[in-house]
């Protein structure tokens, strides 16, 4: 079954700090890998989506990288701002049932 | 282009009733997921629709059901409405069949308060 975890929980950093965060999956055989941003109380916005034959997505400040043998994923965030601040999650598809399974996300806050 | 609009945006209700919401994907998107995110147990996948077919459902009881549209718009519905359904209620749309394995878009969600 798999399991998608994402370190740390919590990240509060001062703005302009380059950012790394985790995402680790325990089955190694996916399709693709998906970070989305979630701010307080609202929907979620996809960031990037990497499929398995790639090793990296780049989307302006954001970058993406996949390394599926280690069942790793790492969302680079360059020059940090108060407007980063939100909760970033990784998802993976479950094999054969059409869904998306979700990390326990990331929460940033970005201080001025 | 539009993005995946849900409605309505807000919704209490008490124990007992029940409720519809809705989803329209974003134009030419024809698989539709459902979410239901809460803060004990994240985000769990309901069901997805392709052309007016469930492809999947996920591990909730049959009070929860859905259906989509020839329009590719999307309801689902909760009957006898429980405390524990209070929920941020998720849709998402992706273009082709297989829904997770294409790129996902969100919807701004449905907040849904059982009193």
């Known amino acids: 079954k798999q399991e998608v975890t994402q370190i740390p929980a919590a990240l509060s950093v001062p703005e302009g700090e380059n950012l790394v965060l985790n995402c680790s999956f325990t089955?190694?055989?996916?399709?693709?890998l998906q970070w989305f941003r979630q701010d307080p109380g609202k929907g979620l916005t996809s960031l990037l989506l990497?499929?398995?034959?790639?090793r990296e997505q780049t989307s302006g400040r954001l970058n993406a990288s996949l390394d599926k043998s280690s069942g790793r994923s790492t969302l680079y965030i360059a020059a940090s701002q108060p407007g980063d601040s939100a909760t970033y999650l990784c998802?993976?598809?479950?094999?054969?049932?059409?869904?998306?399974?979700f990390g326990t996300g990331t929460r940033l806050q970005v201080f001025p | 282009k539009a993005g995946v609009t849900q409605t309505p945006r807000y919704l209490i209700k008490t124990r007992g009733q029940q409720v519809t919401l809705s989803c329209s994907p974003i134009?030419?998107?024809?698989?539709v997921s459902w979410y239901q995110q809460t803060p004990g147990q994240g985000l769990q996948f309901l069901f997805e629709?392709?052309?007016?077919?469930?492809?999947n459902k996920g591990n909730f009881p049959g009070r929860f059901s859905g259906r989509q549209f020839s329009n590719s718009r999307s309801e689902m519905n909760v009957s006898t409405l429980e405390l524990g359904d209070s929920a941020l209620y998720l849709c998402?749309?992706?273009?082709?069949?297989?829904?997770?394995?294409?790129?996902?878009?969100f919807g701004p969600g449905t907040r849904l308060t059982v009193l």
């Open positions: 990497i499929q398995s034959s790639q």
């Open positions: 089955d190694s055989a996916i399709y693709n």
């Open positions: 998402a749309s992706s273009l082709g069949v297989g829904g997770a394995y294409n790129e996902q878009f």
């Open positions: 629709y392709f052309s007016e077919t469930q492809r």
């Open positions: 134009s030419g998107h024809r698989s």
């Open positions: 998802a993976v598809p479950s094999y054969n049932t059409d869904k998306l399974i």
